[in-house]
């Protein structure tokens, strides 16, 4: 089994910034892709952002490209989502996900998830 510890999150107004962090334990960090999901009210799970191995290789939504970074270290098994120019639309609960199919955008290739972090992003 793999654990994995959200946090980070908070209430920030748009247009500003915040940076998750999800620390991994229990498993080889560094042998999983990594993902970060978001949750709304009353919406499905949706793919934000995925990392390889190595943290070279990175892949987004098109809603956040251009806003968020996702990046990884190694050494601290810890995978990290730097949020800017925050929206409205980004309020979610933010999860971490560790999957052997590196760099997929699918919910169900991600069989580790850690227990969410809440994201509110204010007018």
């Known amino acids: 089994q793999m654990q994995l510890v959200e946090s980070g999150g908070g209430l920030v107004q748009a247009g500003g910034s915040l940076r998750l962090s999800c620390a991994a334990s229990g498993r080889t960090f560094s042998r999983y892709g990594m993902g970060w999901f978001r949750q709304a009210p009353g919406k499905e799970r949706e793919f934000v952002a995925a990392?390889?191995?190595?943290?070279?290789?990175?892949y987004y939504a098109d809603s956040v490209k251009g806003r968020f970074t996702i990046s990884r270290d190694n050494a601290k098994n810890t995978v990290y989502l730097q949020m800017n120019s925050l929206k409205r639309e980004d309020t979610a609960v933010y999860y971490c996900?560790?999957?052997?199919?590196?760099?997929?955008?699918?919910?169900?290739?991600?069989?580790?998830w850690g227990q969410g972090t809440q994201v509110t992003v204010s007018s």
């Open positions: 996900a560790a999957t052997q199919r590196f760099g997929s955008r699918s919910v169900g290739d991600y069989p580790y």
């Open positions: 990392v390889t191995l190595s943290g070279v290789g990175t």
